[in-house]
């Protein structure tokens, strides 16, 4: 593997992989994302799995061009208190979401999809995160900067949010959307090799 293809939009994933030094394109599938699973753990998996599949589609009878090329697909879940928080719709569901992770431990489960010269694995990757009490204020002050829209849970633990974070225990990239320590254990266990970006290529 030297290459990597993000099946992903995300400009959070595109800066991850772009911090490892890895060479990489980026292909958006059109995925449906609902589902009536309500395990955060399986969801994870199986979103990840779909997006990762469906970008596999794209290079139906050009599969020339994936060859020795690693394919990444991810999808990032909140859950607090037996409930998943997805992106939030608007600005009062912004605000209910913070709500509920204010003062609070949550959970950030994001799933990770792998494929490479015909081989795939998924798995997933936890994350628990303590959230400060939030006021209000606070909370109006957050979702006006727009920053809740498009993040799982309606906050980005690398933007303004982090001013409310005690604690993280786990993969912090995980919580930005890509768990990047996962991805490379995975690599090695289905495909042999480490992570293209690794120090150990070329061995």
């Known amino acids: 593997m030297k290459d990597c293809i993000l099946a992903s939009g995300s400009p959070r994933r595109r800066e991850i992989l772009a911090n490892l030094g890895v060479r990489f394109e980026v292909v958006t599938p059109n995925v449906d994302e609902t589902s009536d699973e309500r395990d955060p753990e399986r969801l994870s998996e199986l979103l990840a799995r779909r997006k990762g599949e469906a970008a596999l589609q794209l290079f139906a009878g050009k599969e020339a061009e994936l060859r020795d090329k690693l394919l ?26 913070l709500r509920l992770l204010s003062g609070r431990t949550h959970r950030v489960v994001s799933g990770i999809f792998l494929a490479c010269n015909g081989k795939t694995a998924v798995s997933h990757e936890v994350t628990q995160v303590d959230f400060a009490p939030m006021t209000k204020s606070e909370i109006a002050w957050y979702v006006a900067s727009g920053e ?56």
């Open 148 to 203: 809740p829209f498009g993040k799982a849970g309606g906050y980005a633990i690398q933007g303004l949010a982090s001013l409310w974070i005690r604690e993280i225990r786990g993969d912090y990239f995980n919580v930005v959307g890509l768990p990047v320590h996962r991805m490379q254990a995975l690599c090695r266990e289905t495909f042999g090799e480490p992570f293209p970006a690794s120090g150990e290529q070329g061995r």
């Open 72 to 97: 990444i697909a991810s999808d990032t879940t909140v859950a607090v208190d037996g409930r998943i928080l997805g992106k939030p719709k608007d600005a009062a569901d912004a605000c209910r979401m």
